[in-house]
């Protein structure tokens, strides 16, 4: 990876001091920023506005995969970046959507600057702007728009009239900001909801589908609920999906865990409910086996960090860091032969970071009788990160057998040594600051 400091780097850098705080939802500061910059939210290709807890980014990647595959152009928009910021804003070309160049970045995080000529706001405000600038100046057929945080106040939550809007399973994160339960929560996401505009709602808890129901009847939005109006299951070794609109047989995701199955069907509700593009079969089973999203179960297979794992050890890398996301990936570890090829025991064995704005003890709790250890780190360049020894208390007190370890190199070893003769399955969780640490260290 290249060390060196860009020019986009340095404004990025710059732009985090405009404001005091780094979360502050409001709309005022983005319609003030959006109208020096000419209201680029008025001249974007149809929209799909994405909230909820978990699952918006791979709903999001199972959209631009099918869409991709239909032939169409499309934009998307995810945060937080893994490894470099270019990642959140892909701009459609001839070969397929791509993260923004550099040269194109900088230009226009330097135009919405001088825009904005030194009042105050937002870093997420202040980018996704720039974001909207390049998607209205670059043509599309689609733009896939993930909320960053909540809804009714996210940022994103400017385009008047999108052609769909999502919410997937919503549950207890940013508490802070969004309110204490899930009833608030779901309230708050349900803010993208739109007159007029069809709402597909991923599976939900009773008191957020609730919520949610509530919300669309002011709003006006016809809501398309998981498991009533549209289902997916697997069947003989493929994903059934089925609608109003007819049955659809698919090849299973290729990204792993039942509930994949769960964010596919959300996409496909959403692709068909959007009413602006068609796509025929070829095109979703193409996205079932192509999708590509990185630190979501991802198996890591080459990298440096291989030298320091047995030979035949497994290495997983996922970025969920709330206790619905630990819940999600302990039940898909579960799933996996418990055993090597040889038959002998594969015991799992946690390395983990998180912030210290999570539930870390609603995090491990789900991997409690399943991972036989965790070893704890300082997320490398987090200020924010939970100290190693005091996320191995939380692990401990959860019910896990946990060490705190100086660095991910010597986490990795003392996860082998800890595996005895036994040839570990090593799960790298508990945060995306962490799952893009990993990814920049492997190469």
């Known amino acids: ?16 001091k405009l404001h005091p705080k780094l979360i502050d939802l409001s709309l005022d500061r983005t319609w003030r920023l959006l109208a020096a910059l000419g209201h680029p939210e008025r001249a974007l290709p149809p929209v799909f506005h994405i909230a909820g807890t978990n699952g918006k980014g791979s709903v999001s990647a199972y959209l631009r995969a099918a869409l991709e595959a239909g032939g169409y152009a499309v934009h998307s ?53 720039a974001a909207l600038l390049a998607f209205s100046r670059t043509p599309a057929d689609a733009l896939i728009l993930e909320v960053g945080m909540g809804g009714r106040l996210d940022t994103t939550n400017v385009v008047d009239k999108p052609a769909v809007t999502v919410i997937t399973p919503v549950d207890l994160d940013h508490q802070a900001f969004l309110g204490n339960t899930i009833e608030l929560i779901a309230t708050e996401k349900a803010g993208i909801l739109k007159r007029g505009v069809p709402a597909v709602i991923g599976p939900q808890l009773d008191e957020a589908r609730v919520a949610i129901e509530i919300a669309a009847e002011k709003a006006g939005a016809r809501l398309f609920i998981h498991g009533q109006d549209f289902t997916a299951h697997e069947e003989g070794g493929a994903l059934i999906y089925q609608d109003e609109d007819g049955l659809l047989d698919l090849p299973l995701p290729r990204l792993p865990g039942r509930h994949q199955i769960d964010n596919a069907g959300v996409a496909i509700c959403a692709l068909r409910k959007s009413g602006i593009l068609h796509l025929e079969r070829q095109a979703v089973a193409r996205a079932m086996t192509e999708v590509e999203w990185p630190a979501r179960l991802q198996r890591l297979t080459k990298g440096p960090l291989f030298e320091v794992i047995p030979q035949g050890a497994e290495l997983w890398l996922d970025g969920g860091h709330n206790p619905a996301a630990g819940r999600a990936v302990a039940e898909a570890m579960a799933e996996l032969a418990q055993r090597d090829s040889d038959g002998h025991p594969r015991p799992l064995i946690l390395v983990s970071g998180m912030l210290d704005t999570k539930d ?40 896990l057998d946990a060490h705190a370890a100086p660095s991910l190199d010597e986490a990795l070893q003392r996860a082998s040594l800890a595996a005895g003769r036994a040839t570990p399955r090593i799960l790298i969780c508990g945060s995306l600051y962490l799952a893009g640490h990993v990814l920049s260290e492997n190469g």
């Open 1 to 16: 990876m290249n060390d060196s400091v860009s020019t986009s780097d340095v404004i990025l850098e710059r732009l985090t």
């Open 77 to 129: 928009y995810t945060s937080p970046h893994l490894v470099r910021f270019h990642e959140r804003i892909r701009l459609a070309g001839k070969s397929g959507s791509a993260p923004i160049s550099e040269e194109r970045l900088s230009a226009i995080l330097d135009e919405c600057e001088k825009a904005n000529a030194g009042a105050s706001i937002t870093f997420f405000e202040i980018t996704t702007a």
């Open 360 to 399: 870390a003890g609603g995090f491990f709790a789900p991997f409690r009788g399943l991972a036989s250890h965790v070893e704890t780190v300082t997320i490398p360049g987090a200020p924010a990160s939970v100290p190693a020894e005091t996320l191995a208390s939380a692990a401990s007190q959860a019910g």
